[in-house]
């Protein structure tokens, strides 16, 4: 006997796991008569149908989930550049979004050693011979590898391991590891697409950190070559902007000031003389003492340095170390007689790097003093020429560099004429700590 139709019209309606089970309890009503073995039949399509409809529902969801999670990556990884700088902190910001993602799983990173050799970072699991034979086997085929232990060296909680390499325009960088645990489901080709997706979106800003990297080093080339120049102008000032550059980076880091603000400060200590290129050079290299005409026409530098940058909207963050380097804390400097903490920090921080490398440096007007004695002015200057605070920092950061045990003056200054990247006052400053 074959069911009413009332019992089957509703099916389109209902949800997928129930008109199966609505199928099977017809399937199991129909008995004997006229056309049973056709409904029959017409069920059992129905249901294949539908268990059919079932699975292609799961594999969507499922690709769903991945597309959502590699956005919620993409996302969190792009709120975080713009405090990314370094190749290693775009990792460490790929490693820490995939620990987020995989929370029960731990992520590590592996990295090769010059000698070949593999070293998985910041972990306590030991690296074994199958898995380095996993990373490299994932490394040379450039694809996500995803296997179960079969080393008895291996942690007995590791259920499963997936690998994904990380390469940017061809160079590889690191491998990212995922560790599952034996309580955990197994990976999915879900799993290895999202790895793999998420390693292109990494090699992808690996890459344009690599180009923003090499634009800043030939910026920078290009204002160091335009300061050499200036400061070949006068024999006496070679190598001037470039030690102020540094002490001041020293005493910024010193300070506190903040990364993004330490970059401009260096554009600005750089290129901080960069108006005296419009004085003229019987004033800028009289051995004597300046006339009032002249010494006006040599206060003209900062203004003339102002009007050369101001056009330059990427230096913008650099025009008040520029433009008030030669203020003075009791108000009696130029160009704008500013007082106190209205002078802008970054003016203060390079006024104290300006005078200290002026008053060790042969003029043709007297010979260098030595460290010791330019700190002793420096702090007869403090409170009417440099801000008290920021001369004490500059003071004990100095004397802890070059007193018993530290560098020497003459490694000091070769340091400062030679520095290019931040990351050498980093190596250096610890070099020094650690002695």
């Not at 994932?138 to 994904?164: C, F, H, Y």
């Not at 335009?226 to 024999?235: H, T, Y």
Request: with cysteine; charged share 25%; aromatic share 6%.
């Amino acid at each position: 006997m074959i069911p009413p139709l009332t019992e089957t019209v509703s099916l389109a309606h209902r949800d997928p796991h129930d008109m199966i089970a609505t199928v099977k309890r017809l399937r199991e009503q129909v008995s004997g008569g006229d056309g049973v073995d056709l409904v029959l039949e017409t069920l059992n399509e129905l249901d294949q149908k539908l268990e059919f409809v079932l699975d292609e529902h799961g594999g969507m969801a499922e690709e769903l989930l991945c597309v959502y999670e590699q956005l919620g990556i993409v996302f969190e990884m792009t709120a975080s550049l713009p405090g990314v700088e370094e190749e290693n902190e775009v990792v460490n910001l790929f490693i820490n979004s995939l620990g987020n993602t995989f929370k029960e799983t731990q992520v590590v990173l592996a990295r090769q050693k010059p000698n070949g050799e593999w070293k998985l970072c910041e972990t306590d699991v030991q690296l074994t011979d199958w898995l380095a034979k996993l990373i490299e086997q994932s490394k040379d085929t450039k694809q996500v590898l995803a296997e179960r232990p079969i080393d008895n060296d291996m942690p007995s909680w590791v259920k499963q391991v997936l690998v994904g390499p990380i390469y940017s325009v061809g160079d590889f960088v690191c491998s990212v590891v995922l560790l599952r645990r034996e309580q955990e489901r197994e990976f999915r080709a879900s799993d290895m697409l999202l790895v793999e997706s998420i390693s292109l979106f990494c090699s992808d800003l690996i890459r344009n950190q690599h180009l923003l990297t090499e634009l800043k080093e030939t910026s920078l080339a290009m204002v160091r070559a335009l300061v050499s120049a200036i400061d070949q102008k006068d024999p006496y000032t070679s190598g001037h902007s470039l030690r102020v550059g540094y002490f001041a980076m020293l005493l910024a880091r010193e300070v506190g000031v903040s990364n993004e603000q330490l970059q401009m400060l260096r554009w600005a200590a750089l290129i901080h003389d960069i108006g005296k290129i419009g004085i003229r050079d019987d004033v800028l290299k009289k051995p004597g003492k300046l006339t009032s005409q002249e010494r006006l026409h040599i206060m003209e530098h900062p203004r003339r340095s102002y009007e050369i940058i101001k056009e330059v909207s990427k230096l913008n963050g650099a025009i008040d170390g520029v433009l008030h380097h030669h203020e003075k804390f009791d108000g009696t400097g130029y160009p704008d007689g500013l007082k106190g903490k209205d002078i802008p920090l970054q003016a203060r921080i390079i006024t104290v790097a300006d005078i200290f490398d002026a008053l060790t440096s042969t003029r043709s007007y007297r010979k260098a003093f030595g460290w010791e004695k330019a700190l002793v002015i420096l702090e007869e200057e403090s409170g009417t020429t440099v801000d008290p605070e920021i001369r004490a920092t500059f003071d004990a950061m100095i004397k802890r560099m070059l007193g018993e045990g530290g560098i020497s003056w003459e490694q000091l200054v070769t340091y400062a004429e030679h520095f290019t990247r931040l990351e050498q006052i980093d190596i250096q400053m610890e070099l020094t700590e650690a002695s």
